[in-house]
């Protein structure tokens, strides 16, 4: 539609099946990957590095299947500030009870 | 909004907005600032999670011991299908193959349903064995103290999951009506990316809840 300006674009990006499937099989390795993972022993590294396959797993489905990867810049914007907010709580939670002396009871 | 292809652009979006791409830009904004809250909603969670771990890491320890890793990851790869299913339901609207949308649309509905059927085996066994959050907890053997708090965390985190499954499940079959009655082609599926993005949240969230509760070492 000739409507569209730089705000609305009007051709809107359609992402090939073929893609998809791609990046789900990515997945189902990734998934294979972090099952695995737990039968060897990294000691307190296992969580790092599941929640690092976990976070590589989400950025997959964030910018493939949730399109971001052709969403405008104000949209990214909304989305990952979530993100940037979310650090932000654990940050400064964490320099709270990590730098306290007492145990915290609950 | 339109039910079918207008043949003028007067029509094609509600008056209050200048063009069918404005009508659709301000959707796309309010749908990901929905999904900012989910994620800060869900992350205020997982940042309770990170907490109660690094402080009570013999609690966590012991629960996930009752944790089916088959039936958890077998969810992680029913929740992966689903995301598939509906990434590709979007793409055959967009391109005008209804039939194929609405067959990937009931995948990602029966992948719901399966993904909730093992959940609430998981459940049931749960609550026969008493494994059960905070003072409600009855399982006999040897656990440290206030184990009750593991699985207080475990159904609060999985729960609000399941529940969103649930909402996916009826958006998905509203979707499936609207879809039927022909509401949606290649220049109308707002609602579809909608519910779509919002199913890849519910994903998301289960591939970092899948490691965070049954993976534990």
Same mark, same amino acid.
């Given at each position: ?19 998809? &499937? ?36 989400a950025a997959l489905v ?21 993100? &940037? &907010? ?21 | ?17 200048? #063009? ?5 830009? =301000?959707?796309?904004?309010? /749908? ?6 989910? *994620? ?9 999670? =990170? ?13 996930? !011991? ?10 992680? /790869?029913?929740?992966?299908?689903? #995301? ?5 339901? /979007? #793409? ?19 992948? =719901? ?5 093992? !959940? ?5 066994? !749960? ?12 399982? =006999? ?11 207080? *965390? ?18 998905? #079959? ?23 993005i919002f199913w890849h ?17």
């Amino acid at each position: 539609m000739a409507s569209g300006n730089s705000d609305h674009p009007s051709e809107i990006h359609v992402t090939q099946p073929k893609v998809f &499937f791609n990046v789900y099989f990515v997945l189902l390795v990734l998934t294979v990957m972090t099952v695995g993972a737990i039968k060897v022993d990294f000691g307190s590294f296992n969580l790092a590095l599941a929640m690092l396959i976990a976070t590589v797993k989400a950025a997959l489905v964030i910018w493939y299947f949730m399109h971001q990867k052709y969403e405008t810049s104000l949209n990214r914007l909304a989305f990952f500030s979530s993100f &940037f &907010f979310l650090f932000l709580f654990f940050i400064l939670t964490a320099i709270d009870v990590f730098t306290r002396k007492s145990f915290i009871q609950l | 909004m339109s039910t079918s292809v207008p043949a003028d652009t007067a029509h094609d979006h509600a008056h209050h907005f200048e #063009s069918r791409e404005h009508q659709y830009s =301000a959707a796309k904004l309010g /749908i990901w600032l929905f999904m900012l809250t989910e *994620i800060v909603m869900f992350g205020g969670l997982f940042v309770g999670y =990170a907490f109660l771990r690094s402080l009570y890491p013999e609690i966590f320890f012991d629960g996930h !011991k009752y944790l089916d890793v088959t039936m958890g990851a077998t969810n992680t /790869i029913v929740l992966l299908t689903s #995301s598939l299913t509906m990434a590709l339901s /979007i #793409s055959y609207i967009q391109t005008g193959q209804n039939k194929k949308a609405a067959l990937n649309l009931w995948l990602t509905f029966a992948c =719901a349903f399966v993904f909730l059927i093992i !959940k609430y085996f998981e459940y049931s066994h !749960k609550i026969h064995d008493g494994l059960l959050p905070g003072h409600f907890f009855t399982h =006999a053997g040897d656990h440290p103290e206030k184990i009750g708090m593991f699985f207080g *965390i475990y159904f609060m985190m999985t729960g609000l999951h399941g529940v969103h499954v649930t909402a996916g499940i009826v958006l998905i #079959s509203w979707l499936l009506i609207k879809l039927y009655k022909g509401h949606f082609n290649p220049k109308y599926f707002t609602p579809v990316e909608g519910v779509g993005i919002f199913w890849h949240i519910v994903d998301l969230v289960w591939i970092f809840l899948f490691p965070m509760f049954y993976l534990i070492h």
